[in-house]
């Protein structure tokens, strides 16, 4: 599913018009009748009741007040407020303005603070609003007067439904642009925003309808996008099936590189993992002291005792071992638990250069590489990198808050400029693919914020590579997979308190799920519903 940002969606908007000749009227009008029917059928019918609509004097106001026209044919009682002059509105939203004066839709004209004011008293009997104010091209902070109503309607206790993109929400981060309007729907038009499924953004959108306002197209594949979201029927036909003869010989050998001292655990999980994942065989490497008590953890990887340190990490004179077992194998995990002793990450830096099979590299793993990430762009395959936050900020030279504030961005630019696969873990985990392509994952829930959750994606992820999946396609069947799998244990035990290796244990189930078609989750947090422009009370 194709995700746009702000840009994209105004280029497609202005070609649409100028290159096919659809009047930007004939835009707003279909938008504002698609998202008239979503309202009724929706928020509407749990509230009915008088309509507020808090409009702007752009295009956004312009399709709220389409919204208002057909509001007042079906007989809802609907009063506009308009939060600027009349005479400030221009082109297609005046054409509008108008047509609401010749209905005898109430507008009332609170362009300050002062008017804003004198209309509380009725503002506070409206028993639903519609806001409309400033749609998606806010890239700044809201402030005083706006900034003022949008708390007013947040504080009101009354349902909101946002006409295209929350007032607020920045559409191509998902971040809150220091106050935004908490909707319980919005319905958004041509396609869905980058800041609609990301967080907070997600949160502040509710559920999600997409309108088909007439964009031919043509212009979709000209403008072009490189963000999606990540969806059932992308992953299907990329997942290997097997054949009736199929033997473990054939779906694929792994090596894993893991463990030290106090860390056993995540080198098991990793393995075991990528058992469930499917893949044939599963070899550890461990340092060597740690070998017995690994045995006793994972019965169907094999295990192999590697050089070590003093202090009982791998070492860097196991490279001529590492590299003698990958032959044969057809990826390379490594990183969960290894600690981060100097030598280790001499080895990993080496293995880096060196690995004729794609890595996947997680934890420990980045932390060794994060003083020197540009040995990454010397690999010799390719390789997946799993950062949650933290890992990317050490990566990339940022903070932790610099990343969270945009996901896509950060981890887009780090993979088009060191050719890597990112996979960037947390609410909405982004996928990014060394051509700047970048996927949101819808699936996974607060319940995964627990230990070895990590070492569970890194296994998965190297699992299904083994048995043939393309690297990227990997990344994304994984990362869905895992939260796939997770949202299963949240709806049938808790929200939270499932443990990692019970989300190891589901993964054949979720397998199972999305290749007969069941993948399909309804959010906690949101619902994306598709529709075209249908006639209004169908």
Known sequence: MVLVTADEMQRMDRATIESFGIPGRVLMENAGRGA???????????????????????????????????????????????????DRV???????????DTMGVPVLDLADAP??????????????????????????????????????????????????????????????????IQAVATATFGFAKIGHLSFPGRTHSGQLKIIDIGIPPQVTAKIGSRQRLITPGTLIGEIPLRSATA???????????????????????????????????????????????????????????????ADGALDESAYDSVMSLIVGKRCLAAGPGLGTHASTGRLIVRLIEDSPIPMVVDADGLN???????????????????????????????????????????????????RVHVVLKGAATVVALPDGTVFINPTGNPGMASGGMGDALTGLIAGLIVQGMEVGAAARAGTYLHGLAADRLAQQKAPFGYLAGEVIDTLPEAMDELLTGGGHLTWPQQDILFCPTDPIGK
Not at 71 to 76: A, C, E, I, S, W
């Open 36 to 86: 008239t029917t979503f309202f009724l059928n929706t928020v509407y019918r749990n509230h009915p009741g008088s309509v507020g609509i808090v409009a702007g004097r752009g295009n956004n106001g312009g399709d709220g007040f389409v919204m208002a026209r057909y509001l007042r044919q079906k007989g809802v009682r609907v009063t506009v407020f308009l939060l600027s002059e009349r």
């Open 90 to 100: 221009k082109g297609d939203a005046a054409a509008n303005l108008r047509l609401l």
């Open 115 to 180: 008017a804003f004011e004198s209309q509380k008293s009725l503002m506070r009997h409206q028993h639903v609003w519609i806001d409309a104010i400033l749609g998606t091209g806010l890239s700044s902070d809201v402030r005083g007067y706006f900034k003022t109503v949008i708390n007013f309607i947040n504080q009101h206790g009354r349902p909101v439904f946002a006409v295209d993109i929350a007032s607020g929400l920045n559409a191509d981060t998902g971040q809150v642009c220091g106050v935004c």
């Open 247 to 309: 033997h473990k010989g054939q779906t694929g050998h792994l090596l894993i590189l893991a463990g030290s001292p106090g860390k056993t655990g995540a080198a098991a999980m990793t393995a075991t993992a990528a058992m469930r994942a499917g893949a044939g065989l599963v070899t550890l490497g461990i340092p060597k002291s740690l070998n017995p008590a690994i045995e006793t953890m994972v019965t169907e990887a094999m295990t192999v005792g590697m050089p070590e340190t």
């Open 368 to 418: 060794l590489i994060a003083a020197e990430p540009s040995v990454l762009s010397k690999r010799r395959s390719a390789i997946v990198l799993t950062p949650h936050p933290g890992e990317m900020a050490r990566l990339s030279g940022h903070t932790t808050a610099e990343i969270q504030s945009d996901r896509i961005g950060h981890a887009r630019y780090f993979a088009e400029r060191h």
